[in-house]
């Protein structure tokens, strides 16, 4: 009798404590930053997981990969992140971004680390991931050596390393030239005012964007054009046993971190310049102050219409208005 009743006000107790945790808990989940941060997370690993695994197949493969397969890798990769957190944060997925989206004032800078540690974090779990999945195959074809460098070369599964012909400063401009590319493009496919995607279509048309511009301009620097691909996939090489070397081989470890974020703001402004500033203005009407919000190029566009306390972003103009969405990449 005694213990019975020990063990119901045990449950009882237990009961009463529980319900406040799962009040808190589900206070916490749908705080809009705990869910910009999850779903910039998320949306990473999921393109850095396809587009990490194609590169290991390319290198392990032999036949089973190829450089068009490394390209639609990430290309997809970068659909289905935009699919899965573009209403959210807009799935920016890649750092430099993030930054243009926050400097042309798309997005609060007190958005910026959060975003950015997501993506990083969402990164360096997908190569880990890869890691795990490709550990025998990496060690039967490397013979048990982690090499940077050399015809047993594995690091560059994870992060992109200078070719022999390229010299560091070239290699600068090059991602900047063509994270300049895609954030140009990426503008246009956004913006509602000029000829943007078709709605629903935003997500597939950036990915195809990722896979043009690997297939035509990937070959000098690898088109990292992100610096959440680069750092931390090298970061988890430099722990899991290839050493320093992976930040010492040519220097090349602080362009791709760089070098994006100058080019993207390039970018934004080129084609603000070139486009944005030639577009017709309707008269405005004090009624409707909304309509100057509604003018504003999105950096990114926006796939779906979002209803949400605060605005969203987007590759493709249907994202949140505050957050510029998409994108990406490799």
């Not at 319900?19 to 749908?30: F, G, S």
Request: a positive charge.
């Amino acid at each position: 009798m005694g213990s019975s009743g020990c063990c119901f006000r045990s449950t009882r107790m237990s009961k009463v404590v529980s319900i406040p945790t799962a009040t808190k808990m589900q206070v916490i989940w749908r705080n809009e930053i705990v869910r910009e941060f999850l779903a910039e997370f998320i949306s990473t690993f999921v393109m850095m997981v396809f587009g990490l695994g194609a590169v290991a197949h390319m290198v392990l493969g032999g036949k089973l990969g190829s450089y068009l397969a490394v390209n639609l890798g990430f290309g997809f990769g970068v659909t289905m992140g935009v699919h899965m957190a573009g209403n959210i944060s807009g799935a920016h997925m890649n750092a430099a971004v993030t930054f243009t989206s926050c400097a042309l004032g798309r997005m609060s800078w007190k958005k910026f680390p959060v975003y950015v540690l997501g993506q990083f974090l969402g990164s360096f779990v997908a190569a880990a991931t890869i890691y795990g999945l490709f550990y025998t195959a990496i060690i039967d074809f490397s013979g048990g050596k982690l090499m940077v460098t050399g015809p047993t070369a594995t690091a560059n599964i994870f992060a992109t390393y200078l070719p022999d012909h390229m010299t560091l400063w070239r290699g600068f401009l090059d991602e900047v030239v063509v994270t300049g590319v895609l954030q140009l493009c990426l503008s246009a496919i956004a913006d509602k005012d000029n000829n943007p995607a078709l709605p629903g279509t935003q997500a597939i048309v950036t990915g195809i964007l990722v896979v043009i511009i690997g297939i035509s301009l990937g070959m000098n620097s690898g088109y990292a054009i992100n610096p959440s691909r680069d750092l931390p996939p090298r970061f988890f090489t430099f722990l899991a046993g290839w050493g320093s070397q992976v930040f010492s081989t040519k220097d090349w470890w602080w362009v791709p971190v760089v070098a994006p974020p100058l080019g993207a703001y390039c970018g934004a402004i080129i084609y603000l310049f070139f486009v944005g500033s030639n577009k017709r203005q309707e008269p405005q009407v004090l009624e409707n102050s909304l309509t100057l919000e509604d003018r504003k190029i999105p950096v990114l566009p926006k796939t779906m219409s979002h209803q949400h306390g605060t605005s969203s972003l987007t590759p493709v103009s249907v994202f949140p208005e505050d957050r510029p969405s998409v994108l990406y990449h490799h």
